[in-house]
């Protein structure tokens, strides 16, 4: 099945838009390991182990497309023995999954790891990444394996010996998109994968992988602001009723407030990275060029997907500087209410059975009667006068 490549499994693809295909799973083929694409849609895997190969759309910013053909691919479902025997195969793992999902998957990885060990393949390295915007994935999905390992009656210590589990920064918008094929995926032409290099099994040479010794600040860089501009545009533009990313940076509001709460989380992470102020002001005005690529059709509603999440302190640098485009970001987020999300669906619940000021404090940790509080209150408030 493998031939003689190095192999790789890209797993637990979700029913949303595939980053997987996008983003990681290109990059792995393109350095030569054949491509174990895990997903949840038969149809998907049907195809993939047809065709054995599918087209990324490679979509910049002047109305033209670029397409790459990636090779050397088959799909497995989750819970397959294909899908065990791919993880015996493997040098590395990746997921693209969404955080929530991680725990979910773990007890098949760490099934894989136990088939390793029957096959006398426990002493060869493996790495596993976790791909989510996500601080500490991989980190927690290492957590979610030990666990089912021992409840396995497993010694994780001496099973994952040889298992690394690198956190990582991935960076890269892979919008909906609808092709000639299912297989088919959009994406934008940039890209940033950086690895932790310490906790790396093995010689990988994946193209388009950055190790770095130290991954904090290219991580918090890419959440506090791609991620945090991608939420905060969204929920403003889902309140003045757009429907997608385009229709959002194409209003000033939205534009200006987004790129303003970028440049309060910018000086939090100046100071607290020490990246260069002028390199870091660049790095915002790439960013708000990328949201407004025309060719990417993004929609809010997948954009703004879980909004718990995004307002839980975890989500946060905490320091004291000016922030208020910041504090109007979060309350956009209550605002936001998509029944195909579960996360919006309990937050909406959580406002109309408690009211706002509860629903602030429960869910961001800032407590009645703090500035921040009243601030996001106020904002809330406010926020509900704009006109569509």
């Not at 895997?45 to 047809?50: P, Q, S, V």
């Amino acid at each position: 099945m493998y031939g003689f490549l190095p192999s790789s499994i890209e797993s637990w693809l979700t029913d949303n838009h595939d980053s997987g295909r996008g983003f990681i799973g290109p990059l792995l083929s393109q350095s030569g390991y054949h491509v174990t694409f895990v997903d949840v849609q038969e149809s998907i895997i049907d195809e993939l182990n047809k065709e054995h190969h599918y087209k990324i759309h490679i979509l910049d910013g002047n109305d033209t497309q670029n397409d790459e053909v990636i090779t050397d691919v088959s799909g497995s479902a989750p819970n397959a023995t294909s899908t065990l025997d791919a993880i015996v195969d493997a040098q590395i793992v990746t997921t693209s999954v969404g955080a929530n999902v991680l725990k979910r998957i773990a007890p098949t990885i760490a099934e894989g790891v136990c088939k390793r060990r029957d096959h006398g393949r426990e002493k060869e390295a493996l790495t596993v990444i976790a791909c989510e915007n996500m601080i500490g994935a991989t980190s927690h999905l290492q957590e979610c394996v030990t666990v089912a390992l021992k409840s396995k009656g497993m010694a994780p210590d001496e099973l994952l010996e040889n298992v690394g589990f690198p956190n990582c920064e991935v960076d890269r918008i892979v919008p909906a998109f609808e092709g000639k094929s299912r297989l088919e995926v959009g994406v934008e032409g940039f890209y940033e994968w950086v690895v932790e290099k310490s906790k790396v099994k093995g010689s990988l040479g994946i193209k388009g992988m950055q190790l770095q010794d130290s991954l904090q600040p290219f991580l918090e860089r890419k959440l506090y602001t791609l991620n945090c501009g991608h939420a905060i545009l969204a929920f403003l533009g889902y309140i003045k009723g757009y429907k997608t990313m385009a229709e959002a940076v194409a209003d000033d509001h939205c534009k200006g407030t987004t790129k303003k709460a970028l440049h309060e989380s910018g000086a939090a992470l100046i100071r607290r990275h020490g990246f260069d102020e002028k390199q870091h002001h660049d790095y915002i005005e790439r960013t708000m060029t990328r949201y407004a690529n025309p060719n990417i059709k993004d929609e809010l509603s997948r954009v703004s997907r879980n909004p718990l999440r995004k307002l839980s302190p975890n989500e946060r640098l905490e320091f004291n500087l000016p922030r208020p485009h910041l504090i109007k970001g979060i309350a956009a987020a209550f605002h936001f209410d998509v029944q195909e999300d579960e996360e919006a669906v309990q937050l909406v619940h959580l406002v109309r059975e408690k009211g706002i000021e509860d629903a602030i404090e429960e869910t961001t940790s800032f407590k009645k009667g703090s500035q921040d509080h009243s601030d996001v209150l106020k904002e809330y408030h406010l926020l509900r006068k704009i006109p569509n």
